[in-house]
């Protein structure tokens, strides 16, 4: 299934569940076809309400945010240059005629409206008659005037051609402000027995002129859809995805066609009304946010489902956690649905984004249990990026059909997951982080926000590289690796951020592990209970030796502090020789350990004094780890060799044993010969 297919399909399967024109006020619709719409920002959408009898009643503007939808030609929906009409709405310079126009657009905007009078003797439609009858009467600049000056309030005014200003106080200032007309958008609404009904809002409208551009081009010459199969009028300029950016498009270069085709529109067939469908359904997913996600530079993520049933989208950028099912995923995966048949109308919680892409979003959550039957539908994931005002490339797309997607997801939670510590729970939880989260990590700086990437390209770049990884289970790249290990080799960097940053850093190190595995077996990292095994290397075995020496230097500068409640009240503890050795004990490990076994001698005799116990702890696991250390150095051949990503996971280990409960220790200590903090 190719991307234009899986839209067409999605588009379809909208319809027949009637989500296709449903008016939302201040949410982008799923447009019927031969309609667009555009979104207020305040003052440059001008709606005039109609009586039945075609007068003037009142004006408004629209509120910021909100949208109006409008029926478009097939010229009008591709218009740069030229002046094409749209159908009845429209700007004010085609509605009346302006100065600077010389009413070149108003005269055809006024035949084209002729011609749909004359559609309309045959096809009834009372509505289009009340605006219709309005725009005859020639008034349109007087009470498009009119509401302007209501919009300046008490204010004076001053009409200067085709522009309005008047003077507004901002901030004890005074401020000139001013409406161009022919700038204004102006759509329409007639006032009926039960109240007034926008354009918009107007499905029947909506219906007249679908009918009308179908019976104006019955006459045309019919080729075969490559798309849809279907015999159809076809079309070779189709309207634009982000402003005037097209997805599809006839090359400027004759190169690229000729030898093979005389004209660029012999190379691909598109029918009008499926590129009407793929459009306004990708127009859709663009403009939604549950659907899609700006990742910088340009560029968008889209996921969606489709097929045969209803679809749904599912948000692949998300963080992720293991903490149990929601109520929610519970009645989905235990079947607790209605088992009356289905109506065909449905809201669009539940086709477009609903059960289905929830029950995926968690699977993605890393909440596993979700059964098979969701997986029956094809799951989009598309990768859109504006390369210039006329142009919009896909950089990805795939469709995964039934349950692969689940798998996929699978592997990547497993892959990724890491424990990290709950403050909430008093627990390691298991978590998987996002890819944003990844790239900010991999490619930014700390900020009082974070870890930030502000590079536009360069985390647009880094996401595009790591969506394989999510949805095709490609290897992580090595680069990342290095990346990740050299970020956390440099800790005085994160002055805030450090605790996110080593977690980041180990997920991935165990992604690598997990992708670059011996004869396609996955090295294991964490057990089934998320804790990290112990790995027998020479890197591990330092990170844990330095993550030995902070604790202690911790425990002893608490001590003479007053303890921990004394800590929570001034946290202004200096920062630890572990610390401050971090970078020295990864380029120099063996030189390092010396200076800072002399560095935190004092700890041990503030322990000695205060806390016996845990000077008796530390210095019998010290012991232990210099013994291992010793072994490893064997004859001294890799006292000058730096530790690896080994060491990260080592000093996590560490910490993480330091977090065991009572009863954990006590199974740690037979497993290791260790003892419980």
């Known amino acids: 299934m190719n991307l234009l297919q899986a839209l067409l399909q999605t588009y379809n399967a909208a319809e027949a569940a009637g989500l296709v024109d449903v008016w939302k006020e201040s949410e982008p619709m799923l447009l019927p076809l031969y309609h667009s719409s555009r979104q207020s920002r305040g003052e440059d959408i001008v709606q005039l309400t109609i009586s039945r009898d075609g007068m003037f009643l ?10 109006t ?79 302007v000056q209501i919009c300046c309030g008490e204010q004076a005014y001053d009409v200067e051609g085709d522009v309005v200003s008047w003077q507004e106080e901002e901030k004890g200032k005074g401020k000139t402000r001013q409406i161009s007309l022919e700038d204004l958008f102006i759509t329409f609404a007639v ?15 909506h219906r007249f002129f679908i ?16 798309v849809s199969g279907l015999p159809m009028y076809c079309v070779s300029s189709h309207r634009g995805v982000v402003g005037t950016a097209k997805l599809i498009g006839i090359s400027n270069h004759k190169e ?30 663009l403009d939604t946010k549950r659907y899609s996600e700006y990742i910088g530079g340009g560029a968008n993520v889209v996921s969606w489902m489709t097929g045969d049933l209803p679809l749904g989208g599912a948000p692949i950028m998300k963080d992720m956690e293991e903490d149990g099912k929601d109520d929610f995923l519970e009645s989905v995966v235990m079947g607790e649905v209605a088992a009356e048949p289905v109506p065909i109308r449905r809201t669009e919680e539940e086709v477009l984004h609903g059960k289905d892409s929830k029950t995926i979003a968690q699977y993605f959550a890393g909440k596993k249990d979700a059964g098979d039957e969701i997986f029956d539908n094809y799951f989009c994931v598309l990768v859109l990026e504006k390369v210039n005002n006329g142009r919009m490339a896909v950089k990805y797309f795939r469709a995964f059909p039934k349950a692969d997607i689940k798998q996929r997801a699978e592997a990547w939670y497993e892959s990724m997951k890491w424990p990290g510590w709950s403050a909430k729970k008093k627990a390691f939880v298991l978590k998987t982080p996002s890819v944003y989260s990844v790239v900010h990590f991999l490619y ?68 690598y592990y997990w992708d670059h595995g011996m004869w396609d077996q996955k090295i294991p990292v964490l057990n089934d209970k998320g804790a990290i095994l112990r790995m027998d290397k020479r890197s591990f075995a330092y990170g844990r030796l330095l993550s030995v020496y902070e604790k202690m230097e911790t425990a002893a500068l608490e001590s003479k502090s007053g303890g921990e409640e004394k800590k929570k009240e001034n946290s202004n503890l200096r920062v630890t020789n572990a610390a401050r050795l971090w970078s020295s004990m990864i380029h120099r490990p063996y030189r390092t350990i010396s200076i800072l076994e002399e560095r935190t001698q004092y700890c041990k005799a503030i322990l000695s004094k205060q806390k016996p ?43 993480q044993q330091f977090y065991k409960k009572k009863d954990e220790g006590a199974d740690a200590r037979r497993q290791e010969g260790g003892t419980a903090v």
């Not at 096809?123 to 600049?141: A, K, P």
């Open 58 to 67: 009142q004006g408004r503007f629209l509120t910021k945010g909100e949208y």
């Open 69 to 147: 939808v409008f029926p478009v030609s097939e010229g009008s929906l591709i218009r740069t240059a030229n002046d094409c009409p749209h159908f009845l709405c429209d700007e004010f310079s085609y509605l009346a005629p302006v100065e600077k126009k010389k009413g070149a657009r108003h005269s055809l905007y006024m035949k084209q409206l002729q011609d749909l009078g004359e559609y309309e003797k045959c096809h009834r439609n009372e509505d289009f008659q009340s605006i219709c009858t309005y725009l005859m009467s020639g008034t349109v600049r007087r009470d498009v005037l009119c509401t």
């Open 444 to 511: 930014g700086q700390e900020t009082e926000k974070g870890i930030i990437c502000a590079n536009d390209k360069v985390r647009r770049a880094a996401i595009e590289r790591l969506l394989p990884c999510i949805l095709e289970r490609k290897p992580l790249p090595a680069d990342m690796m290095r990346t990740a290990f050299f970020r956390l080799t440099n800790r005085q960097s994160y002055k805030k951020y450090w605790p996110q940053a080593l977690l980041m850093g180990c997920g991935i190190f165990k992604k």
């Open 211 to 226: 009918d009308y551009v179908q019976y104006t081009n019955r006459d045309k010459p019919v080729e075969t859809c490559d």
């Open 256 to 285: 690229a066609y000729i030898g093979r085709f005389t004209k660029g529109e012999q190379v691909f067939h598109l029918g009008y009304e499926t590129s009407q469908r793929i459009h306004n359904m990708l127009k859709y997913l």
């Open 191 to 205: 006032e009926r027995s039960d109240g007034a009904v926008s354009v918009s809002q107007n499905r029947e409208l």
């Open 613 to 655: 116990g845990y000077k008796v702890y530390f210095e019998k696991i010290l012991a232990e780890l210099y013994t291992e250390i010793m072994e490893y150095e064997g004859d001294g051949q890799h006292h000058e060799k730096t530790a690896n990503s080994d060491f990260i996971l080592g000093y996590y280990y560490q910490q």
